[in-house]
């Protein structure tokens, strides 16, 4: 098996480096939007693009949620070398996201207006808003298909062949947003429309090797299993809500700017949540990159591998913590200058002050994605679920709500270092519950 080398070592490496990379590709897709609608057409339309995002981020929600669960599900069987049994779980995966893609792409459009209303469209942007959702939603089934395909490749033992793929759709996004924003002045509509294609194309490439004759997982026929789907459901669940906490977060965080700031604070917000996406998908690259192997071994009850494989993962979160946190308090300025003209100082001052503030949050987020992911991959999905849950709905929004009374405005900016550290204590007392329980059953 391709998920079985020499050195555990090796193959731990071998396996995030490739996925953090392609996190940071998918990241990138909005990012370069971004930058391109800063550039082409405003900071207004800049803050539709954000204003957007928890909608996207729902849509890859959706589908790492039955992707890791698929992918849990598939390493355990592929462990347990029963590969017929491991297709069929693929295959029934695909095809419920299938279905799922075209359900909500009707509802949503029927509801476009509505929508945008929700996600919190003010008078000055809303237009704006319309413009690219309208443009962005016909493309939600190859949100959710790619990503839920750059997942399983990877269980299939090829996390190199989805880096290539996921680069591949991130250098045509930069060619064809450039051509649609800035030669051909198609505004946020021709940024959405370049990221729709592009993730559309990337399904091809995945198609090519599921359907080819390389790796083991291949398209089967099956029958329908509700069971199995639970089971993928409880086993995703955890890194369901971690990706949908980054839209929750950015929905929760726009309405109480309306609320306690301005527009202008809108654009500042938007540079950070671009740069916490990248942050917090690192984070995510390194759970998802060794959960197959975790996965593979627990289906072997290897559990000294896998705990093993645990300590790799922290000591990665703890290092990439770090490194983050370095990059964004010494390159503030810089970040905030690819998406702020200059010439307008009180924003980008305004804007550097607050994301120094926030990015002190990623010394402790890694931790939380990182054990979480391990919980995961070894089907303790209450553990995993719990820490999610913490960190991005209960805890950060008790925070926020105390922070904001207590500070207004300012308060916004210091939510999430106080709800990851919190969410932290729990995960400490998590994992040594599990330790301790795990300690007893090989004894």
Known sequence: MRLEGTSLKKDFIRFIVPSIAAQWVFTLYTIVDGIFVARGV???ALTAVNISMPYTMALFS???????????????LLGERNTQRANEVFTQNIVFLAVFSIIITAAVMLNLEKIAGFLGATEL?????LEYLGALIPFSGAFVLSYSFEMLIKTDGFPKKATIIVTVGALMNIILDYLMVMVWDMGVRGAAVATGISNTAVIVLYLLHFCGKSGVIKFRRFKPDVSL???????GL????TELSAGFIIFLFN???????????LVSYTIISYVNSLAVMTMVGIAQGYQPLISYYYGQKRMERCTRLLRYGI????VLSVVFTGVCMLSAEQIVGMFVNREMKELTEYSVKVFRIFALSFLAAGYNVVISGYFIAVENSFSASFISLSRSVVTLTICLAVLTALYQGAGIWWTPLVSELVTLLFTVLLLWKY???LFTLMR
């Open 255 to 265: 309405q109480a700017i309306i609320r306690f700031l301005n527009d202008d604070a």
């Open 238 to 241: 955890s890194s369901g809500i």
């Open 42 to 44: 405003s900071e207004t």
């Open 315 to 318: 000591l990665a979160a703890a």
């Open 229 to 235: 789907a639970w089971r993928e459901f409880k086993n």
């Open 435 to 437: 330790k301790k329980s």
């Open 62 to 76: 959706i589908s790492i949620l039955f992707a890791v669960g698929t992918s849990t599900v598939t390493a355990i």
């Open 125 to 129: 942007n809303k237009e704006y808003v």
